[in-house]
């Protein structure tokens, strides 16, 4: 989910969470990672690494990160050919349009985050921030409306686009993880109530992406028991809170990739 755009509104806020980079798992000394074949990574700002720095200045807007989970697991496990495309505010239109030049028939993974900014997540943060309780419980009904009546639609569409393109690769699809925990640290910001409905809305997300991945027969990756203990209002967050630059807002840290999807993508791929 990308809040570049709509949270320039609120640039000054001062919440920022700070984070621990962690280390990713790989090859011990010696060995030489045995992965073969191709990899493609997809998606949107989630699986470039919007969050968590050290981008690749060649990606310009996109801002794809060296220490996003698609570039932790290319490095550990070497496959014989990597292609990032995904792309941050991508929706699922811009991945079919604009991301699935590398597939081909030789394609032996592909990886996806999409979804969030179909449902336009970022727009009900930004009111759940700057309007209110009310306002935001109406915003993110909205967009839980949507997840339930029309992203199985775009989901699919994508998802077909994508069997289509590489018909031989495994597809790992991975969700979204809950944004706060409730009952934490947080001293102040938007509601409880409105936390806890942001959080209802991300499992709603988190539970149509899963059954469509599984229609597709492609492997589901739930990073939410990953992130558990690591929500914003945690005494340990991975994800940012509003924070400068804003568009970093709401998106995993360097720790949340490393920690949060990286582990979930090794153990499926």
Same mark, same amino acid.
């Given at each position: #989910? ?8 609120? %640039? ?14 790989? !090859? ?49 496990? !070497? ?10 505010? %991508?929706?699922?239109?811009?991945? /079919? ?14 990886? /996806?985050?999409? @979804? ?8 009900? #943060? ?18 839980? %409306?949507? /997840? ?13 686009? &994508? ?20 009952? @934490?640290?947080?001293?102040?910001? &938007? ?17 149509? &992406? ?21 929500? &914003?209002?945690? !005494? ?7 924070? /400068? ?25």
């Amino acid at each position: #989910m990308n809040l570049r755009r709509c949270l320039t509104t609120f %640039a000054t806020a001062t919440v920022v969470l700070g984070f621990t980079a962690l280390t990713p798992v790989s !090859a011990q000394a010696g060995e030489t990672p045995t992965a073969a074949g191709s990899y493609v990574a997809v998606g949107d700002s989630y699986s470039s690494g919007v969050g968590a720095g050290s981008y690749d200045d060649s990606s310009g807007d996109c801002r794809r990160s060296t220490v996003a989970y698609p570039q932790l697991w290319a490095d550990a496990n !070497a496959p014989d050919d990597f292609a990032f495309t995904a792309c941050s505010g %991508a929706v699922t239109t811009d991945v /079919i349009n604009e991301q699935l030049a590398p597939l081909d028939a030789a394609t032996t993974l592909v990886s /996806i985050s999409v @979804g969030g900014n179909d449902a336009g997540f970022a727009d009900a #943060m930004q009111t759940c921030v700057l309007q209110g309780t009310d306002a935001c419980l109406t915003a993110v009904a909205t967009a839980d %409306a949507y /997840i339930t009546g029309t992203l199985p639609g775009r989901l699919d569409a994508v998802y077909s686009a &994508i069997s289509g393109a590489a018909p031989n690769a495994q597809v790992v699809v991975l969700g979204y993880p809950r944004m706060y925990e409730l009952g @934490g640290t947080c001293s102040f910001g &938007i509601s409880e109530e409105a936390r806890a409905a942001i959080n209802g809305a991300s499992d709603n997300l988190s539970t149509v &992406i899963e059954k469509r991945a599984a229609d597709h027969g492609f492997t589901y990756g739930d990073v939410r028991p990953a992130f558990t203990g690591h929500e &914003i209002c945690s !005494a340990d967050s991975w994800l940012h809170s509003v924070t /400068i630059p804003v568009g970093d807002s709401y998106h995993p840290t360097a720790a949340g990739q490393s920690g949060g999807y990286y582990p979930v993508l090794e153990s499926l791929a």
